[in-house]
C-alpha cells in the first residue's frame, strides 16, 4: 500500500530477518524467513490455537516469539473482518496528503468515527475513457487494532506495518500478465472474488449467502448461485471494463473439501477450476494455512513491495 505503517518505529533491526503473522477465526500462524547466502530461505513457522476473540494478542505474541527472538520487522494480516475495502475516486492530491484526508473522505461509508479510522489505498489500475481515475481505500477501526499493535510491546520483533489478506494473495499470487479469478473463503465467513492481474488488484468483490459451500453435503442451488456470482465478475471485468478473458479460476478454501465445490464450479461455468498454489518456491515447504504469514513475511523482504 501507499503508507509503510510505523514507519517512525527506528529501532536497529536485522535486516536479514523478517517475520509474517496472519490471523485468521481460529489459528494465529507466522513464518520467519531468514536470508543467507543472498537467499531468504524459511527459517520457522509456528501455529496457534484460538477459540475467543480476546485470545488473538497472547496468540500473536506466543507465535511471534516461537518463531524468532531477534529484533527484526513484523508484518501483521489483518482478518478480513477486521477491515472494509471502498472504491472512490481518486482526489487531485499527494499521496501523503490522500493518506492524511482518507479518514474524512471516507467517514460516510463506515460506521466509525472519523478520529478512529485507519485507513490506506493502492491505485486502481484500470481506467476508462471519460471516467476520472480511482483508488481502493482499506478502512479500519483504530480501537480494534490497538490490541493487536499493543501485543509486540511483548516481543523482540517489532511490528513495522499491517497488511490486508487481500494484498498478501497479490504477494502470494505473483506477477502474471494475463488475468486471473480467486475465489477465497475461510471457515465460517462468506466468500469473495479477486481478480489478479500483473501483480495488481483489479477487482473484489465480498459475497452474502454463501456460508457452508465447501461442506461435502453441500446443496447444489448454492454452487450454481456461487457459479452465476463468479460469471457476473468475469462478465463485468470483460465487458464493462473492457479487459481480456479470465485466463484461471482458482479457489483458495481454509478446509480439505474443496474438490467436490471445485467440480461443482468447473461443470456449471464448463472451465477449468484448479486449487491455488502460491508462484513462491517457499511455499512448498509449508502447509497452506501458513501460506497468508509466508506472504506477510515475504512483502517486507522488497522495500518498494506493496504492504
Given amino acids: 500500500m501507499k503508507k509503510k505503517i ?3 518505529l527506528n529501532r536497529s533491526l536485522d535486516r536479514d530477518t523478517v517475520i509474517g503473522v496472519a490471523t485468521y477465526a481460529h489459528t494465529v500462524n507466522a513464518v520467519c524467513l531468514k536470508k543467507q547466502q543472498g537467499q531468504w530461505q524459511l527459517h520457522s513457522s509456528h501455529s496457534v490455537n484460538v477459540s475467543e476473540q480476546d ?20 508484518n501483521l494480516v489483518l482478518p478480513h473482518f477486521f477491515y472494509q475495502i471502498v472504491q472512490i475516486d481518486k482526489p487531485a492530491l499527494s499521496d501523503d496528503e490522500i493518506i492524511q484526508s482518507l479518514p474524512w473522505i471516507t467517514k460516510d461509508f463506515v460506521d466509525i468515527a472519523p478520529e478512529n479510522i485507519v485507513a ?15 483508488m481502493n481505500v482499506f478502512i479500519s477501526n483504530k480501537l480494534q487494532l490497538l490490541p493487536f ?3 509486540f510491546a511483548q516481543t523482540k520483533p517489532v511490528l513495522r506495518a499491517m497488511t490486508s489478506e487481500e ?8 506477477h502474471h500478465k494475463d488475468a486471473h479469478m480467486l475465489i477465497v473463503q475461510h471457515i465460517n465467513s462468506e466468500p469473495r472474488i479477486l481478480i489478479i492481474r500483473d501483480g495488481q488488484l483489479v477487482l473484489v468483490r465480498r459475497l452474502n449467502g454463501f456460508l457452508g459451500i465447501t461442506d461435502k453435503d453441500q ?14 465478475s468475469m462478465d463485468f471485468f470483460e465487458s464493462q471494463l473492457k479487459q481480456p478473458p479470465i485466463r484461471s479460476i482458482q479457489l483458495q478454501c481454509d478446509d480439505l473439501s474443496s474438490l467436490t465445490l471445485r467440480a461443482g464450479l468447473a461443470e456449471f461455468l464448463q472451465v477449468k477450476v484448479v486449487d491455488f498454489e502460491p508462484n513462491l518456491e517457499l511455499a512448498q515447504q509449508l502447509e497452506p494455512n501458513f501460506y497468508y504469514a509466508l506472504g506477510a ?11
Fill in 6 to 8: 510505523f514507519s517512525w
Fill in 55 to 74: 485470545d488473538y494478542t497472547a496468540a500473536i505474541v506466543a507465535c511471534t516469539n516461537e518463531v524468532c527472538t531477534d529484533i527484526c520487522s513484523v
Fill in 120 to 134: 490506506d489505498f493502492i491505485d486502481y489500475p484500470i481506467t476508462l475513457s471519460m471516467q476520472s481515475s480511482k
Fill in 149 to 151: 499493535i499493543d501485543s
Fill in 167 to 174: 494484498m498478501v494473495l497479490v504477494t502470494l499470487f505473483g
Fill in 219 to 232: 446443496n447444489q442451488e448454492l454452487v450454481e448461485a456461487l457459479g452465476l456470482e463468479i460469471q457476473r
Fill in 297 to 307: 513475511a515475504y512483502q517486507l523482504t522488497d522495500p518498494e513491495s506493496v504492504l
